[in-house]
C-alpha cells in the first residue's frame, strides 16, 4: 500500500526543495523541531508534533528535483524508524512547481493513518507556499502532556510561532521580566537552554547572530533530544549544582512557556497555550519553585488573581509577574 498526493506551489522549483529540506522552512509548516543531516546517508529526526517522533535516513538527493528517504516512528513497533520510504517529486511548471509526495512501504491501515498526517501536512505547505505566513498548527497543543518532555514539546511550538514575529524593532522592547528587554530576555533563554543541554552532553552552540526563532530552535532540538533519550529518572550535574532530572525537566518547561508568554507580551502577540497544558505546567511550577527560589532573587512572590483565572493566568501569577488584564 503506499499514499500519493500532487499539490501545486506557487514557487520554483529550488524553494519547493527548500521548503521540505531546509530546516527553518521545515517547522513553518512540518515540524516542531528537526535535525536535518542533508546528504545521501544522512539522517533526519522530525518533531512532527509533540510526543510524534519521525526518523530515517536520505537515500537520493537531487535538489530542485527529487528527495527520497526511509521513514518510522521512535518507540513505533508498527512502522519503526527506516520501515517505509518516501518519495518526494518536483515538477517545474508555468505556475510554480508540482510537489508529488509518495510513501510506501505500509499496510492498509498504516497507510491509511499517514493518509490523514501528510493530507494535513501538505495543506499547511501549500498555504505557506502561498502566503509566506506561518500558522498556529492545531496539532501541536497538548491537552494532557503525557510526561514533561512532551510538555516541554509543546511549549516550544507555541515560543517559536511568538519568536518568528519578533522583528529588530521590538528588541528593545519591555518584558514582563523587569530586568529583561527582548534582546536580553532571549539571551538568557538561550543561556538557559544551553545549560541544560550541556548538562545532557547535547551538542549546543549559541549563535546571537541568527534570528530569534532560529537562534532559540537549535538550542531547543538537540537538548529536547538528548532529555528524551535520557528521561527523567535520577539526577543531572548542572555544574553549580546536582539536581533531580524530574526538577531540570520543570525548569526547562517553565523556561519555555513562562517566557514564551513573555516574548508574546512585549510583543503584543497571543501565547496560544491549552488549558491543560498550562495546568501540567503550573504542577511542575509547584514542584520546581519554593521559598528559596523565591528568596534568591529567581523568582518573585505569586500575584493573587481570582478563582475564575485562568490556567496560563494562574501560571503566571505563580511565578510573580501580573497577568494581562488583572
Known amino acids: 500500500m503506499s499514499f500519493e498526493r ?4 506557487p514557487v520554483d522549483a529550488d524553494t519547493a526543495f527548500a521548503l521540505v529540506t531546509n530546516p527553518e522552512r521545515l517547522r513553518r509548516w512540518q515540524t516542531v523541531a528537526n535535525r536535518v543531516d542533508l546528504q545521501t546517508g544522512g539522517n533526519y529526526r522530525f518533531t512532527m508534533g509533540p510526543g510524534h517522533q519521525a526518523s530515517g535516513t536520505f537515500t537520493e538527493i537531487e535538489p530542485g528535483e527529487r528527495l527520497v528517504f526511509t521513514m518510522g516512528w521512535e518507540g513505533s513497533d508498527a512502522v519503526p524508524p527506516g520501515d517505509s520510504t518516501v518519495f518526494i517529486t518536483l515538477e517545474p511548471l508555468d505556475q510554480g512547481t508540482a510537489l508529488t509526495l509518495r510513501h510506501e512501504g505500509l499496510d492498509a491501515e498504516q497507510s491509511s493513518g499517514h493518509a ?16 509566506g505566513e506561518a500558522a498556529i498548527d492545531e496539532w501541536n497543543a497538548v491537552p494532557e502532556p503525557q510526561n514533561p518532555i512532551v510538555s516541554a514539546e509543546g511549549s516550544v511550538a507555541a515560543l517559536q510561532f511568538i519568536l518568528n514575529n519578533i522583528c529588530a524593532a521590538d528588541l528593545a522592547k519591555a518584558t514582563p521580566c523587569s530586568e529583561f528587554s527582548v534582546s536580553e530576555l532571549l539571551d538568557h533563554l538561550a543561556g538557559s537552554v544551553s545549560m541544560i543541554g550541556g548538562a545532557l552532553g547535547a551538542a549546543v552552540s549559541d549563535d546571537p547572530a541568527l534570528a530569534p526563532e532560529a537562534r532559540i530552535a537549535n538550542l531547543v ?6 532529555f528524551a533519550a535520557r528521561g527523567v529518572a535520577g539526577e543531572i ?4 549544582a546536582v539536581m533531580p532530572a524530574s526538577v531540570v525537566a520543570g525548569i526547562l518547561n517553565l523556561e519555555l512557556m513562562v517566557h514564551g508568554w513573555d516574548f508574546a507580551q512585549a510583543t503584543g502577540q497571543e501565547f496560544a497555550i491549552h488549558p ?3 495546568e501540567y505546567v503550573l504542577g511542575l511550577a509547584r514542584k520546581t519553585v519554593g521559598p528559596a527560589q523565591r528568596t534568591s532573587g529567581s523568582f518573585a512572590e505569586e500575584t493573587m488573581v481570582a478563582e475564575s483565572a485562568s490556567s496560563l493566568d494562574r501560571l503566571i501569577a505563580f511565578t510573580g509577574r501580573v497577568p494581562a488584564g488583572a
Open 6 to 9: 500532487t499539490v501545486i506551489l
Open 276 to 278: 491543560g497544558h498550562a
Open 221 to 226: 532540538q538537540p537538548t529536547l533530544e538528548a
Open 116 to 131: 490523514e498526517g501528510w493530507n494535513h501536512f501538505l495543506d499547511r505547505l501549500k498555504e505557506f507556499a502561498e502566503t
Open 237 to 240: 550535574d548542572l555544574g553549580f
